[in-house]
């Protein structure tokens, strides 16, 4: 592979005659919304099965008939998700090749192998997911929750290959070329790659934050319209802990990222910390803006951002003046990349506020809590977990700007020259849309069917008319 600084000087000298395609404001909108739709869906396809399976070991170990219940509503919200995830999903497949053909020409080699990977576990993901949702009654039940198992496993791989391929954007290795092309890749280099190991495992942790404090703040809502019965309160417990838990582990991931970043993508972290000069004693600053080159309207904490990164107060950090002109982040970029990371740190932070105040509520009571203003935050949580998910993916990714590769490929050069994008993105505008409305619909016809307890004993289609299972056992039929 090429040294980064020679690929680097090539771009420029490419981009010094080179203006912006027309296409490329209409490709990133596109993307920026297909990204946004999606990884709403993939913490649910990542650790909402992690949670049904959760409630199934808890109803065949304690024989809770609530916790069955839960286990197997949750599994047909699971497979409307699914479904929606795989929707969205293709659509961004498709659009990898339409919208960026420079990115697939050039690199699709190497960027293509963790898409391959992820292809794999979807399917399987799909094959053992059905075996669980069709197995309800009709396996044994420890040989059906085993089948949930693979869907989990699955779950993780899939999302574990597609974060690779976007961290080897970041972070390219595993490739040599010659003449710009090329001639050799080495899979194992291109999967696990430099910024691998940390992005998977910060998205991962993601996923169980947002899934876990989003089914809590269902089961919040439910009590405070006074459902303070075992089911809401199981419910509530299996989402709550999960998030609660994680929470501060991922509070400490997201520190050692940080210092990851401030390493290996100096460009990324002078846009997180606002920062317009090089220097020592850097401040962390609180909001702000950058406004022709000068910080405005920020709270600085005078050397917190060089403590951060270096535990020194002297430590340097590179600045937006380090970096060659041609290839500098806007000023607007740059805003929207500090207070995405503002956001997204600002919501872990009260996030992990909740999670405290509930261990301190448990402790004196030793149950679920019952304090309004708590079961009022806990049903807001889940949105706030959404946001902190969808300022750091802005991160990851307008902090790369203007790369597509860094250090290899201008997102300007990877993008199409051809035809007009505009219809294209409001005909997928429209499809999300349209996905997104009849999963809600359906989702809302389930919670309807469920209070009217009218559903749970309802018949595969096609299935054998008597389930395997006795209708005896506790967990072959639900209350």
Request: glycine share 10%.
């Amino acid at each position: 592979m090429p040294s980064a600084s020679c690929a680097t000087t090539a771009v420029l000298q490419a981009l010094a005659s080179a203006g912006e395609p027309s296409q490329l404001l209409p490709a990133r909108e596109q993307m920026a919304f297909t990204l946004g739709f999606h990884i709403i869906i993939v913490p649910f396809g990542v650790a909402f099965t992690f949670l049904m399976l959760l409630a199934n070991h808890r109803g065949l170990r304690r024989g809770d008939k609530q916790a069955m219940l839960l286990a197997r509503r949750w599994s047909k919200v699971a497979a409307v998700l699914f479904a929606v995830g795989a929707v969205s999903g293709t659509v961004l497949t498709f659009e990898l090749g339409i919208l960026w053909p420079g990115l697939m020409g050039r690199y699709g080699a190497a960027f293509g192998f963790p898409f391959a990977i992820e292809g794999i576990f979807f399917f399987l993901e799909a094959i053992f997911m059905s075996f669980y949702i069709y197995g309800w009654d009709r396996l044994s039940p420890w040989a059906h929750f085993w089948t949930g198992v693979p869907v989990v496993i699955s779950s993780l791989g899939g999302a574990s290959a597609v974060v690779a391929a976007n961290a080897w954007m970041n972070q390219p290795g595993g490739i040599t070329m010659r003449a710009g092309r090329i001639v050799d890749v080495s899979p194992a280099k291109v999967f696990f790659n430099g910024a691998f190991w940390f992005e998977t495992i910060h998205m991962l942790l993601a996923a169980y934050i947002v899934a876990g404090f989003v089914v809590a703040g269902v089961y919040a809502a439910g009590m405070l319209k006074g459902r303070q019965d075992a089911y809401h309160r199981t419910g509530f417990l299996i989402g709550f802990v999960v998030a609660a838990v994680t929470v501060p582990v991922q509070i400490f991931v997201g520190d050692l990222v940080a210092r990851e970043v401030f390493h290996s993508e100096p460009a990324k972290f002078a846009a997180i910390e606002l920062l317009p000069d090089s220097g020592d004693h850097v401040p962390e600053t609180l909001g702000g803006v950058l406004i022709d080159g000068k910080v405005r309207y920020g709270l600085p904490i005078p050397d917190m951002a060089s403590l951060l990164a270096g535990f020194r107060p002297s430590t340097h950090i590179d600045g937006l003046d380090a970096i060659p002109a041609p290839v500098r982040p806007s000023d607007a970029g740059v805003s929207i990349v500090h207070l995405a990371f503002d956001i997204m740190v600002g919501a872990s932070m009260a996030l992990l506020a909740l999670s405290v105040w509930f261990a301190w509520l448990w402790w004196r009571h030793r149950r679920v809590p019952t304090n309004v203003w708590f079961l009022r935050c806990a049903a807001l949580s889940g949105l706030v977990a959404l946001v902190s998910l969808e300022s750091g993916w802005v991160v990851t990714e307008v902090g790369r700007q203007p790369w597509t590769v860094v250090g290899l490929l201008l997102t300007q050069d990877a993008v199409t020259t051809h035809g007009n994008l505009w219809p294209f993105f409001g005909a997928t505008v429209i499809i999300y849309a349209t996905v997104g409305t009849g999963a809600l619909l359906v989702l809302r016809a389930l919670r309807r069917r469920w209070a009217a307890q009218g559903d749970d004993d309802v018949q595969v289609p096609y299935g054998p008319e008597v389930p395997a299972v006795s209708a005896a056992s506790p967990e072959s039929r639900t209350p």
